[in-house]
């Protein structure tokens, strides 16, 4: 006699299956391609692209033209309004005769020429000598030539002399001439040029004793121009 109590499955019921066993998997729809990091830094970069550009034509005047900086539009050889005739004579005894002409084709000019900005700004240089720092100074005990930049503003803006750039070169062969600081030789001013005023500021550049060729760049501004003034000094 048997007495298996084990009840018939329910109709519809399908047992689980075994262990180790599974039912294959539906086959699964194609997915659209993820959006690559590429993508990302190549929109990155159009944006970066972008935002240069309006840096770079930020200066635009209110009809869309671009701002020229001002530029060097006349030399003339005459003194600086206000310079007595003691010290353009001690200029032009310090300064060679031989100095670059306008027309010679060149883009600098005379030590002793005024340089005119299309702008109403001018700059000169006079009392140019010879000088030897003291041992106090940076450098020390070095031979320099001294002078006195002036700019006289014609504008009707002030102009920020702390924004000035003087660089100096000397020798046929360009070598740089260091600033000189030493007392009376301060650098450059915190202060401003109102319109209609002008400021004189003493300045030293390295130039050794045996070197007579001496080249002094300037500029008022960065946006301006840079005046190069050349010429011999005895």
Known sequence: MSYDNTQPPMPGYN????PGYYPPQPPQAPQPPKKTTTV?????AA?????LA?????SVTGDGKAEAAPTV????????????????????????SDAPAEDSGDDSYGLDDTIAYDNDVE????????AVSSEYASPEKTPYAEFTIKIVNKSDKKIDASMMTVNCAY??????????????LDGLPDTSILAGRSLSVPWGCELPKGESFLQIEVAPDYESETAIFTGKVK
């Not at 047992?15 to 075994?18: A, L």
């Not at 020798?171 to 009376?184: A, L, M, P, Q, V």
């Open 123 to 130: 700059i000169s240089l006079t009392k140019i000598t010879r």
């Open 73 to 96: 539009t006349v030399t003339k050889t005459a003194p600086a309004e206000g310079d007595d005739t003691a010290a353009d004579d001690s200029a032009t005894d310090a300064a060679d």
């Open 15 to 18: 047992p689980p299956p075994g």
């Open 54 to 58: 309006a840096v770079v034509t930020a």
């Open 40 to 44: 990302l830094i190549a929109a990155g």
């Open 47 to 51: 944006v970066v692209a972008a935002v």
């Open 171 to 184: 020798g046929d062969e360009g070598k740089e001439g260091e600033s000189i600081y030493d007392d009376g």
